[in-house]
């Protein structure tokens, strides 16, 4: 059995006999310093900076730290958008 197959029975195991929650988990796994693409949400609370100011930032047509996922869904580039809070004095 290759390890591509184990995988869902060791989650099933996992989630079956610990007290860790799939939300807690996912949410848990991977520090946000450590992704390399953030939610709104994540952004949000790595930089201290609004949702509402970052989703007009990502909308805005000359953003550069934008990762449009299909039609609706955009995620942060983190590198380039802490290089960009980095030479910014206000947003």
Known sequence: MD???LLPLLNKILWRYTDISKEDYTTTSCPLWAKLNLTIKEAA????????????LVDSPNC??????GNKKKLIKRRPFEQYIESKDWI
Do not use: D, M, Q
């Open 64 to 69: 550069t730290f934008v990762l449009s996922v």
């Open 3 to 5: 390890s591509c197959c």
């Open 45 to 56: 609370e790595y930089s201290n900076i609004g949702e509402n100011r970052l989703r007009e």
